[in-house]
């Protein structure tokens, strides 16, 4: 059979025609760009042009791309078998990541759920709260408080708990679950903490706790929601006030877990431990998709007792491809000194940033571990400026009034520079 190979624009115009991408119109799609190969640090087109990744594919290619060590996890796996049925039965890699996990998550974590994907294990959280309350003899306890411009995925229950304007809020109105929001908290990573935030928290829980299961968060950093960095002394806090209330306190880390603020977890940078803790995203090393949900033994023997049974249980779960993936990926992190190496990330990603600071059209510059942040003063258009940064080498993808970096591990000071450099000239061709 002879095989006839498309065009490069034949692909793209098939890839217009037919598929959604994030986020996008079919009618008006933003440009999108044809890979051929990615390794390292740097995503090949199939123009030929070589683009210096600054977002580590959504912050999840930590290691980079086709790194050997995962590589060779995933092939080895696959020749004893990619898949069986979680339910009846289990296997090594599951059984490993799992161990894995509990041994670098704060301590009191010590069980776990796979799911497929970041919502999905936000959903198993909220799930799991609403279970745990109703074994406990308080049924009514099915609703969640958290702050706004939070970003926990796009299902359903998790979409409930995001940033009710930023978020797809008014789109669905009337389809969500209806959860308290309270303020985000206030911003500054070193700046004191605000009585006034607490006790707004307070308030809300002293109002409805008798309907709330659980606080859910990210800890320390609000990604998606707006890159915004917090002291995490708020959430030794919130801890209490969870504690005082009979509410969970669920902490989303499918962003900011396995490194990427400096520390292994965002949590680490506090004295607590939450009760329930997302983990996704970074997990496999970005290779594959694979999401887990930690708790602790009150909440998991809470739901288990009297012949109680947790009620999820996904086709794909602890999928055995992915697991090996992310028994590798984990194991490449624990081969250096998360703190210092991503540290001097933070350094040289200060230094390369701090012109933009300059821009007038620039309002303000921060850095956290592996985050580097150029906001503006206006949103800018993708469409526009998407091609800009590929024509520059670099591959970076705002939104709104964000240009951000996050960079995989492996990055070098040079390519920190090469990013930082497209960075302030398209920043500088923006409007004021
Ligand atoms: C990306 C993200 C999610 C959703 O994960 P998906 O894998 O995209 O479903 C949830 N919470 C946070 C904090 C995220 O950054």
């Given at each position: 059979?002879?095989?006839?190979m ?10 217009k ?8 119109s079919m ?10 190969k990615?390794?390292q640090?740097e995503?090949?087109l ?8 600054g ?5 999840s ?5 086709n790194h ?5 996890a995933i092939?080895?796996?696959l020749?004893q078998f990619?898949?069986?049925m979680?339910?009846g039965?289990?296997h090594k890699p599951?059984i490993e ?13 010590q069980?776990?759920f796979?799911?497929d994907?970041g919502?999905?294990s936000v959903?198993v959280a909220?799930?799991?709260?609403i ?13 969640f408080?958290?702050p706004?411009?939070?970003?926990h995925?796009?299902?359903f229950?998790?979409?409930s ?5 930023n978020g797809?809020?008014n ?7 209806r ?6 908290p206030p911003?500054?990573?070193?700046d004191p903490v605000?009585r006034?935030y607490?006790?707004?928290i307070?308030?809300?829980?002293q109002?409805h ?7 859910i ?19 030794d806090h ?6 005082e209330?009979?509410?969970?306190l669920i ?6 877990g396995?490194g990427?603020?400096g ?11 939450p ?6 995203k970074a997990l496999?090393?970005?290779y594959?998709t ?9 909440v ?8 109680g049974v947790?009620?999820?249980?996904p086709t ?9 993936a ?8 624990n081969?250096y000194?998360?703190?210092e190496?991503?540290?001097?990330l933070?350094t040289?990603m200060?230094?390369?940033?701090s012109?933009?600071?300059?821009l ?6 921060r850095?956290l571990g592996?985050?580097?942040v150029?906001e ?7 469409h526009k400026?998407?091609p ?5 080498g670099v591959?970076?993808?705002?939104f709104?009034?964000l240009i951000?970096?996050m960079?995989p591990?492996?990055i070098?000071?040079k390519?920190i520079?090469k990013l930082a450099e497209?960075i302030?000239k398209?920043a500088?061709?923006?409007a004021i």
């Amino acid at each position: 059979m002879v095989k006839i190979m498309k065009t490069q624009q034949e692909y793209l115009d098939l890839d217009k025609q037919l598929l959604w991408h994030p986020y996008t119109s079919m009618s008006h799609p933003s440009p999108h760009f044809l890979v051929e190969k990615a390794a390292q640090c740097e995503i090949t087109l199939s123009n030929g042009k070589t683009l210096v990744d600054g977002m580590s594919s959504w912050w999840s290619v930590i290691h980079g791309y086709n790194h050997p060590t995962i590589n060779a996890a995933i092939q080895e796996q696959l020749s004893q078998f990619s898949h069986v049925m979680f339910g009846g039965l289990t296997h090594k890699p599951a059984i490993e990541l799992a161990e894995k996990l509990i041994a670098m998550t704060p301590r009191d974590l010590q069980r776990v759920f796979f799911s497929d994907s970041g919502s999905v294990s936000v959903e198993v959280a909220l799930k799991m709260a609403i279970q745990y309350w109703n074994t406990q003899g308080k049924p009514n306890k099915q609703f969640f408080v958290t702050p706004k411009s939070g970003y926990h995925g796009d299902t359903f229950a998790a979409m409930s708990v995001c940033d009710p304007e930023n978020g797809m809020h008014n789109l669905f109105t009337g389809a969500l679950t209806r959860q308290h929001f309270v303020s985000p908290p206030p911003t500054g990573i070193h700046d004191p903490v605000k009585r006034e935030y607490l006790e707004e928290i307070r308030h809300t829980f002293q109002t409805h706790h008798q309907h709330i299961a659980g606080f859910i968060i990210e800890p320390v950093v609000q990604n998606a929601g707006g890159m915004r960095f917090y002291n995490p002394a708020y959430l030794d806090h919130i801890r209490t006030l969870c504690d005082e209330f009979d509410i969970l306190l669920i902490f989303d880390e499918i962003a900011t877990g396995f490194g990427r603020t400096g520390k292994p977890f965002a949590t680490d940078h506090t004295n607590i431990c939450p009760d329930i803790m997302c983990v996704g995203k970074a997990l496999t090393g970005g290779y594959m998709t694979l999401a887990a949900t930690l708790t602790n033994d009150k909440v998991a023997l809470g739901i288990s007792q009297e012949g109680g049974v947790f009620m999820h249980g996904p086709t794909f779960m602890g999928n055995p491809l992915a697991c090996a993936a992310a028994n590798a990926s984990l194991s490449l992190l624990n081969q250096y000194d998360i703190v210092e190496h991503i540290s001097q990330l933070e350094t040289w990603m200060k230094e390369a940033l701090s012109p933009c600071e300059q821009l007038k059209q620039v309002k303000e510059v921060r850095c956290l571990g592996a985050i580097g942040v150029v906001e503006l003063n206006n949103s800018v258009s993708l469409h526009k400026i998407q091609p800009k940064f590929v024509e520059l080498g670099v591959w970076i993808r705002p939104f709104g009034k964000l240009i951000y970096l996050m960079p995989p591990y492996i990055i070098t000071q040079k390519q920190i520079n090469k990013l930082a450099e497209a960075i302030y000239k398209v920043a500088s061709e923006e409007a004021i």
